[in-house]
């Protein structure tokens, strides 16, 4: 069955640096998404992707974020300069059109030190 | 704008007992409904779905929820519950097109001998 795939399962990053997360969705899905979850809260919707360009970010997706799809395989999420309060699950998901559910991946666990 | 409540943050329940998750929505127009599972470590698994039609849904793992538009509410039930189904569970409202989803906070099950 096919499967959203996230690497790493666990990063461990310093205050400062940057970390790239990547995804590679399911092959023939056509929508994007990253989510993630701060331990102990609920999962919150970080920026939706579609034709190469976003579509949608919420305030979270500041100016320290920033989405790529380099190869028409993966997705990745890039945060330039990591804080503490950046730890958390981050989440891939894909869709295949406007009417289906999203898949999701499972999980880049964050951990900024 | 979207919103989702789960009013019970943790249930507990006997390993055979029946079960049911509440999930309220706030939605203008007839919203996608989901339901998913986290086990610990894990991603998050699609339990089913509402889009349309049929308001008693059957997902896997002998879980099944009513959509109720009436009282705004998509709860999840499973008549007998296994050890195994100790997990987080969350509702989700989205819509087709290319908008996020939007969760609620999750209910933590636990289930006891």
């Known amino acids: 069955e096919p499967e959203v795939t996230q690497t790493p399962s666990h990063q461990v990053t310093q205050m400062g640096q940057e970390v790239i997360l990547r995804c590679v969705p399911i092959s023939n899905h056509l929508y994007f998404y990253w989510y993630r979850q701060i331990l102990g809260q609920k999962v919150e919707f970080l920026v939706s992707?579609?034709?190469?360009?976003?579509?949608?970010k919420s305030e979270i997706f500041d100016d320290q974020f920033s989405v790529e799809r380099p190869d028409g395989s993966n997705f990745t999420l890039k945060i330039r300069s990591t804080k503490l309060e950046d730890s958390a699950m981050y989440f891939c998901?894909?869709?295949?059109?406007?009417?289906?559910?999203?898949?999701f991946g499972q999980g880049t666990r964050l951990t900024v030190v | 704008a979207q919103s989702v409540t789960q009013p019970d943050i943790h249930i507990t329940v006997s390993e055979g007992a029946s079960l049911e998750l509440r999930c309220n929505y706030s939605?203008?127009?007839?919203?996608?409904l989901f339901w998913y599972v986290q086990s610990p470590g894990q991603g998050l698994q699609l339990l089913l779905k509402y889009f349309s039609g049929d308001t008693l849904v059957q997902g896997i793992k002998g879980f099944e929820a009513e959509f109720k538009r009436s009282q705004s509410s998509f709860n999840l039930r499973k008549p007998s519950v296994h050890w195994s189904d100790a997990a987080e569970y969350f509702c989700?409202?989205?819509?087709?097109?290319?908008?996020?989803?939007?969760f609620g906070k999750g209910t933590r099950l636990s289930v006891i001998a």
């Open positions: 989700a409202v989205g819509e087709s097109g290319n908008t996020p989803l939007v």
């Open positions: 992707f579609y034709n190469n360009e976003i579509s949608e």
């Open positions: 939605y203008g127009a007839t919203p996608y």
């Open positions: 998901a894909s869709r295949l059109d406007r009417a289906t559910e999203a898949f």
